[in-house]
């Protein structure tokens, strides 16, 4: 007799197990203790095994009757249900393990072991685009359950944007990752398949804009006069005197330079055309020479002067101007070329532009300036060498072009006095002379001419390149004020290495980041904060003796501002024979040091109206 909802619930424990039959194999299955557990019993392979099918009442009659039906369906196609739940579950298990993100940095890690890390890489890219416009919405996701619409969905809104060449490597990233998720998570099939065939047309490119050879007299007028950072302009007056590539300039370093040969050695992991062949013919870095550049010598003016003001932690020949462990940023030298006056009109890139078309109006030989430009050379064969060659055609010629934007650039200043009041007033440049190259006989280059060369001796003549690095310790240095001086002393105070970061001092004391400011509140910890910037926590409360010191003085002075007791605590005292607070509870002089923080905090006497005063003062 089938069961009811009514039998179900009677059903009581007897001390012994008991089962009630439903039919067609299902059964409730009553413990002694009075647990109630759905079972299904069928034939298989001449046996009468049997599954469970869950509790009740969480899985009640009607719902453990389909489960029954379906099993019997699995048994009836000839599949055993206990190997189907199985199944199910290591699938239940590889979707919530296997999110997009996972198999995003598991196929991320692979295809680092053959790119090179650095913003200009393929490898900095996919973790850029990643993080901005994809993670965000699959990263969760299940890669089981990704569709082709999920992944068509996010790539429109790449391209809504007008992002069409983001959206472009998008489509490739996809398809390789699903690619790798087919081999290593067992995916079956790869939605990113075919999405070429829908995507957006791309508009037409836009290059760089560059400059004119008669447009650069005025740029190198206002490039000299350039107020930002006095590095960010002579990293775009090396890109003016080189033509290398804004990501070949950033990723410089001193090492690089050999000032004895006027010579930029750049590696060829550094180098995009360099990095194309790497990659297509699978050669290491060693295999391939180094792109050499030749420095006229208003280059090397500069370089040495950015080797002068290097500081110990720098590791790029232009740094971070926050982080000088970091390189400059291609935002900065494009956002002193706008600040200039020049948007739309000129990029760091554009600069490249600049050199290749100016070189190749002067007349000079297409393979020297391919050369110096590292540009892929058509046949194949020289492909590899042909940035190692001609250096000393390329030395005479680009010393040339050197002196000629000198030339340009004291033509600019004469051209506008209130640009430069230093320069004599009576004192006129000759014309720019006519663009011709240097003369070449039998292939070799002879000497500048004469009207391009800069003259000894003569004041103007002087590179107006050598002039500016000269004057850089008499460039006006700002003013700080009072208030800038005491934020700047805090900030620093609350970078200081022994000043913690909350996660990194709750990680040291074994506590999580609630327990933590649980402890802040209740006034058990001292901590700094500063802003937006989070909260700092001084690590000699990692030291029980100055830690139970720092509680005692807190429990003392109430909810005083955090920062002034600080500075009473670190402070050294003449009380205290120099110590400090702190150094002195170390030196066992614990109640000398508490009645030395409360006469610095003005505590001593009347503590209720020192403390209400300080606070209208704080």
């Keep these: 007799m089938p069961l009811t909802d009514t039998a179900i619930r009677l059903a009581k424990p007897t001390g012994r197990d008991y089962t009630l039959k439903d039919g067609d194999g299902l059964a409730l299955f009553v413990g002694a203790s009075g647990a109630k557990n759905w079972h299904f019993r069928f034939s298989w392979a001449g046996k009468q095994p049997r599954i469970s099918l869950g509790t009740y009442p969480e899985i009640s009659l009607k719902e453990a009757r389909e489960l029954r039906d379906q099993a019997r369906a699995l048994v009836a196609k000839g599949v055993d249900p206990r190997i189907h739940r199985r199944q199910e579950r290591k699938a239940a298990l590889l979707a919530a393990s296997n999110t997009f993100e996972a198999v995003f940095r598991s196929w991320r890690d692979f295809k680092a072991l053959s790119l090179k890390a650095g913003r200009q890489s393929t490898l900095s890219q996919v973790d850029r685009i990643f993080k901005k416009d994809l993670l965000p919405t699959l990263g969760p996701q299940s890669i089981f359950e990704i569709t082709r619409a999920d992944l068509l969905e ?217 050369a110096q430009l590292s540009h892929a050379d058509t046949n194949q064969i020289r492909a590899s060498y042909n940035h190692a060659e001609y250096v000393e055609q390329r030395r005479a010629m680009m010393q040339d072009w050197a002196d000629r934007l000198d030339q340009w650039e004291m033509q600019g200043l004469q051209a506008d006095p209130e640009m430069a009041p230093s320069m004599p007033r009576d004192r006129r440049l000759p014309p720019v002379p006519a663009v011709e190259p240097l003369p070449i006989r039998d292939g070799h280059v002879e000497s500048a001419p004469a009207e391009v060369a800069a003259g000894e001796g003569d004041e103007l003549e002087r590179s107006p390149v050598l002039t500016l690095v000269a004057r850089k310790d008499q460039r006006p240095q700002p003013v700080l004020t009072d208030i800038q001086r005491e934020r700047a002393l805090v900030l620093a105070t609350f970078e200081s290495p022994h000043n913690l970061p909350l996660p990194a001092f709750a990680k040291l004391v074994g506590k999580s980041r609630h327990q933590i400011n649980r402890d802040i509140q209740a006034r058990r910890l001292l901590s700094l904060s500063m802003g937006n910037r989070g909260q700092r926590i001084p690590d000699w409360q990692l030291d029980p003796v100055r830690q139970d010191f720092t509680r005692a003085v807190l429990a003392r002075v109430g909810d005083l501002d955090s920062w002034m007791l600080y500075r009473a605590l670190c402070e050294p005292v003449d009380a205290l024979g120099g110590l400090s607070p702190l150094e002195a509870v170390v030196a066992g002089a614990a109640r000398d040091a508490m009645h030395a923080v409360l006469g610095v905090l003005g505590l001593l006497g009347e503590p209720e109206r020192a403390v209400t005063a300080l606070r209208q003062v704080v």
């Design 154 to 370: 996010v790539l429109r809104k790449i391209e809504r944007r007008g992002a069409h060449t983001t959206a472009e490597k998008c489509r490739t990233w996809f398809n390789q990752l699903f690619r790798y998720a087919m081999v290593e998570v067992e995916l079956q099939s790869n939605p990113a398949a075919d999405l070429d065939i829908v995507a957006m047309p791309k508009l037409r490119v836009k290059h760089n804009p560059f400059l004119r050879m008669e447009q650069l007299p005025a740029f190198l007028v206002k490039l000299r006069h350039y107020g930002g950072d006095l590095n960010t302009q002579l990293g775009l007056r090396l890109l003016l005197l080189t033509g290398v590539r804004t990501g070949e300039l950033r990723s410089a370093v001193p090492e690089q330079f050999d000032l004895e040969r006027s010579l930029w050695i750049v590696p060829p992991e550094n180098v995009k055309q360099l990095q194309e062949q790497m990659r297509k013919k699978n050669k290491d870095c060693t295999e391939i020479p180094p792109y050499l550049v030749p420095l006229p010598r208003q280059a090397v003016a500069i370089v040495r002067e950015l080797l002068r003001a290097k500081s110990p932690a720098q590791r790029y020949l232009l740094p971070h101007r926050s982080k000088p462990r970091e390189r400059i940023s291609e935002n900065t030298l494009n956002a002193a070329l706008k600040r200039m006056g020049y948007k739309d009109q000129l990029t760091g890139h554009g600069i490249r532009a600049t050199v290749s078309t100016a070189l190749n109006e002067l007349g000079y030989h297409k393979d020297w300036v391919e």
